[in-house]
């Protein structure tokens, strides 16, 4: 007959206790035994650890809201290396998140470093031009894009917003800052570049003569296909991505602009004009 009593007075029988010790049933008892304490441990520690998670991922999102919305330092293009100044400005999205003046501010600076660099500044823009390639040529491509797209706009809102009165003097002003705007971009000339007015009035005069050349029968308007189709030209793989709105004000303004270097009303296409 098999001996009950514990084997200590006043201690509890072993869970075990009664079955065989190789059977399913005191194996499932001994696994119990485990598991249980087991559990305890991982369901007190669950908290910390899902705390400690949901940290690590407020981290990770702040991390990546900062590299895409946080505020963009871009190198000093007068005193910073050429190269950096170089690569933030053409190889760098981040150049197109900063405002369109201090865009524009940062090429002119540049273009005024690359008009007086010396000998060692010559020898990085080589190197630096040589290693452009592949995705950096494509970002590169987006970059000026975006400035031509994003500075065309900001004339073409301007022309849209003024009285129908004064809409000639408006588009005149933007062609002549963007005549300007060009001279001082220009890495090898800029100071000794002709007014920008009177270059205006030139491509004006260019232009009429041309124009009147072709005859009575030639068009008087430019298709706005045509506007469109420049527009994809200057901003290819950019322009898609303006708003309908700002597609539409962009190529009304090219089409007046075009009229009004022939020498056209702007408004109706009319051939009136001369230069002035």
């Known amino acids: 007959m098999t001996d009950t009593t514990p084997t200590h007075p006043g201690s509890l029988p072993s869970l075990t206790e009664g079955l065989a010790p190789g059977s399913n049933a005191a194996r499932a008892v001994r696994r119990r035994g485990v598991l249980e304490p087991l559990g305890v441990a991982l369901d007190r520690a669950g908290k910390p650890i899902g705390i400690a998670l949901a940290c690590a991922g407020l981290t990770v999102g702040a991390v990546l809201a900062w590299n895409r919305y946080g505020p963009v330092f871009p190198p000093d293009p007068l005193t910073a290396p050429i190269g950096d100044t170089l690569e933030f400005a053409l190889l760098d999205a981040d150049f197109n998140r900063l405002p369109l003046e201090r865009r524009l501010a940062l090429a002119r600076d540049l273009a005024r470093r690359l008009r007086t660099m010396d000998a060692g500044d010559s020898a990085l823009l080589a190197a630096f031009a040589a290693g452009i390639a592949g995705r950096a040529r494509e970002q590169l491509e987006a970059n000026v894009s975006r400035l031509m797209v994003d500075l065309i706009d900001r004339a073409a809102t301007r022309y849209t917003a003024a009285a129908p009165e ?51 029968s030639s068009s008087t308007s430019i298709a706005p296909d045509e506007a469109a189709d420049v527009l994809r030209r200057i901003g290819e793989g950019v322009a898609e991505r303006t708003s309908p709105a700002q597609r539409a004000r962009t190529v009304r303004f090219m089409r007046d602009t075009v009229r009004y270097l022939r020498g056209q009303d702007p408004a109706t296409g009319e051939r009136v004009r001369a230069p002035g």
């Open 166 to 216: 004064d809409r000639e003097a408006t588009l005149r002003a933007s062609l002549i800052e963007m005549i300007a705007l060009r001279q001082e971009l220009d890495p090898v000339g800029g100071a000794e570049a002709a007014d920008p007015a009177r270059s205006l009035d030139e491509m004006r005069r260019r232009a009429i003569e041309r124009d009147r050349a072709q005859g009575p």
